[in-house]
């Protein structure tokens, strides 16, 4: 909330990169990929924690009906432990209590943890087919050495040079404004990781860059495809708070880390036996 006018900035910025209208095949290939893919995760990780809250939800409940079936005379159970201002005596207060404890739960989940983690994937999918939108049209400028062309060809090259920036620009604001959350992704919640994982903002605006035709061109057009290639030597990466890198390698080193934790307190748990 602190940060909604940056976040309001980063949703424009998107929106005004974004393709209106795209003829060419192949980047409408390129385009309808990435846009599929955040659909198909995201409608995914929806279903799964929607799964997730009804069984947690409803399992006590489930066992206090079975048992109330089977005449154990069983005690109220809820699926969280919390204190309440009056006497919980009467079936119809329990039904009321754990209907109320599953709509607060589900509300607070879905519209505030799970919502911010599906903003920040949606948002990194979109910088993430700008940049490969960006390496397809760096790869596939028409190059001329000299005549009128040369002069279109290096107005094209700065129109991509631009993009770039604006795009690095984006991707720091994308950090910036999600950079604790992060954070906090990395402490607690590793699974989620692996959903971020492939979506680093690698630098393969480096390699498009010199697999352009750059030797047709002329010193103009070299120098800026110099200077794409040095800025891009420096990766464009989610960071969590400056701590660590949110990748694949961050998520092996956590996994590997909670093994070892798990193996030393399960051998000296059996040395106690």
């Given amino acids: 909330m602190r940060k909604k006018h940056l976040i309001r900035s980063v949703v424009y910025e998107i929106a005004d990169l974004w393709p209106e209208w795209e003829e060419n095949l ?131 090259l700065k129109n991509i040079v631009r993009r770039h920036q604006r795009i690095l620009k984006l991707a720091g604001q994308i950090d910036e404004i999600f950079g604790a959350i992060l954070f906090n992704v990395m402490v607690f919640s590793s699974l989620i990781i692996c959903f971020f994982g492939f979506l680093s903002i690698s630098s393969g605006v480096a390699e498009a860059a010199y697999g352009s035709q750059w030797y047709n061109s002329d010193l103009r057009f070299r120098k800026i495809i110099f200077i794409i290639i040095a800025r891009s030597q420096k990766p464009c990466k989610l960071r969590a708070m400056g701590y660590a890198d949110i990748n694949f390698e961050t998520f092996y080193k956590i996994c590997g880390s909670t093994w070892s934790y798990l193996s030393v307190v399960n051998q000296m748990y059996q040395k106690t036996l």
Avoid at 61 to 66: M, R, S, T
Avoid at 122 to 132: G, I, Y
């Fill in 26 to 156: 192949e980047k409408k290939e390129i385009m309808d990929y990435w846009v599929s893919r955040n659909k198909l995760i995201c409608n995914s990780l929806l279903k799964l924690t929607i799964i997730g809250i009804i069984i947690y939800n409803g399992i006590s409940l489930v066992i206090y009906l079975i048992l109330q079936i089977l005449h154990r005379d069983p005690d109220y159970v809820f699926a969280f432990a919390m204190y309440y201002p009056f006497e919980i005596d009467s079936m119809w207060k329990y039904l009321a209590v754990y209907l109320m404890q599953m709509l607060a739960t589900t509300a607070i989940y879905e519209g505030s943890y799970q919502s911010c983690d599906m903003f920040l994937f949606s948002l990194t999918m979109n910088a993430c087919m700008l940049f490969r939108l960006l390496q397809y049209d760096l790869v596939n400028i028409t190059v001329e050495h000299r005549g009128p062309r040369a002069d279109e060809s290096l107005e094209n």
